[in-house]
Structures are given as structure tokens and as C-alpha cells.
């Protein structure tokens, strides 16, 4: 058992290093000195009493990622409401299943009859990944006039949506509004590059400066977390 306990450490460790863009010689200590090196991981990388719960959620996940998927649908089928619905929603969502979460998403807010604008948020993500556009730009015309929807991630996939179906002006104003300063950092990269495509260089490259300016005054956590996306301003930038 504590072999089996063991492993699920080091795999969750290797995980969350990639995932938060973590030093690459964590990946040593972890592999070769397995429960101490998973040990200073978490307490120096990872450990917040907060976090306690969502750290046993992601083992749980990793571990096996459709156990949480079944618990829901178990759920769903004793009592078959609205937001027990929308949490199998969002289970397929965290496990990659966009399809499936769509499906769910919608059933969601065409049996409530109403449009819940949270909902709807989601299904956007989820359509902007599978590469759906126009249901993008159906969805954000539901919502755009809601004042969370102002800067949010949920604009900057509209923006983008309208970017890949041509409409460059309104794609532009909808993406700057991510521009928000010591914040969406890879997304505000997302927008200088396209910038550059549109040959608007000076607005790309003053961007670019913003960011890079920025991160010099970032934590060290945030410097680790960005660490790729910074790297590649301060690549952007010198070939201008």
C-alpha cells in the first residue's frame, strides 16, 4: 500500500511541476529520492492549508480520472436538477470531454428555462476548444452586455473566435480588453501576436514592453507560473 501511496506522490509531483511550468531539477529529487523528494516538493511547491482538499481532488483525478465523472452521473441520475447537471458539466470539462460537457451545458439551461450566464461562459470555452467558432460568437452575443463578461477570459475567447472567422476589427476591440495590467499575461501574448499579424507593430511591441516591464516586478511564485511566457515576450522582442 505505501508503494502504491508513493507512486500516486510522485506522479501527482511530475504533474504539477509541468503544470505550473516548475524548475526542471525538481524532476531528479522526485524520481530518485522518491517520499523525501516528494516531501520537500509539496511543502516548498505546493502545501496551503487551503489547497488541502483540492490537492486530495487532483490525486483522486489523476489516479483515476473518470471516477468523479461516475460519482456525478450517479448523482445526476437519483436527483436530476440543474446544478447537479451542471456539475457533471463541469467534471467533463476539468477531464477534457468538451463534447460531453456541452451536452450537459446545454440540456442544463434548456430544461431550467433560463439562460444562466455562467452556463453559458462555460459552454463557450468549451466550443472556442473544439474549435467551434461560430457557437462561440452565438453564445457571447447572449452575454456580452454583462458586466462580467466585460475583460474577462470569456471576451478574449470571443475575440478570438471572431479573429478566426475574419471579422478583425471587432476581434481586436474584444481582445484588448484582456489587456489588463499584472494580469493575463499569455493571453496579452496572444494579443501582441496577433497584433504582429495585422502589422500593427508599435501597438505589439509596446504591449510586449508592458508585459516584459511587468514581470520584473512579479513574485516569485507568478515568476515560476509564467515562466515560458515571459521568456517568449523577451524572444519577441529582440527580433524587433
Not at 489547497?51 to 456525478?72: A, F, G, S, W
Amino acid at each position: 500500500m505505501l508503494y502504491y501511496l508513493v507512486i500516486a506522490l510522485q506522479v501527482f509531483c511530475v504533474y504539477h511541476m509541468y503544470k505550473h511550468k516548475n524548475d526542471l531539477y525538481w524532476i531528479f529529487l522526485i524520481i530518485f529520492l522518491p517520499a523525501v523528494g516528494c516531501l520537500i516538493y509539496l511543502i516548498t511547491q505546493v502545501y496551503n492549508k487551503r489547497d488541502v482538499n483540492k490537492i486530495q481532488e487532483e490525486l483522486t483525478t489523476i489516479i483515476n480520472p473518470t471516477k468523479k465523472v461516475r460519482d456525478l452521473e450517479k448523482t445526476l441520475e437519483f436527483s436530476e436538477t440543474f446544478q447537479n447537471r451542471v456539475n457533471l458539466a463541469d467534471a467533463y470539462l476539468e477531464i477534457k470531454d468538451y463534447h460531453n460537457a456541452i451536452k450537459h451545458y446545454e440540456t442544463a439551461i434548456q430544461n431550467d428555462f433560463h439562460n444562466d450566464k455562467h452556463v453559458i461562459f462555460r459552454l463557450i470555452q468549451c466550443y472556442f476548444l473544439i474549435e467551434d467558432y461560430e457557437q462561440v460568437v452565438y453564445y457571447a452575443k447572449k452575454v456580452n452586455e454583462h458586466s462580467e463578461f466585460k475583460g474577462s477570459r470569456t471576451q478574449f475567447y470571443y475575440g478570438m473566435a471572431l479573429a478566426k472567422l475574419g471579422q478583425t476589427d471587432a476581434a481586436e476591440a474584444n481582445l484588448k480588453a484582456i489587456d489588463q495590467r499584472y494580469s493575463n499575461y499569455k493571453e496579452r501574448l496572444i494579443l501582441a501576436q496577433y497584433l504582429l499579424d495585422q502589422n500593427k507593430t508599435e501597438a505589439a511591441k509596446e504591449l510586449l514592453n508592458d508585459i516584459f516591464n511587468e514581470s520584473q516586478h512579479m513574485t516569485a511564485p507568478n515568476k515560476r507560473k509564467y515562466r515560458s511566457t515571459i521568456r517568449e515576450v523577451e524572444q519577441l522582442l529582440k527580433t524587433m
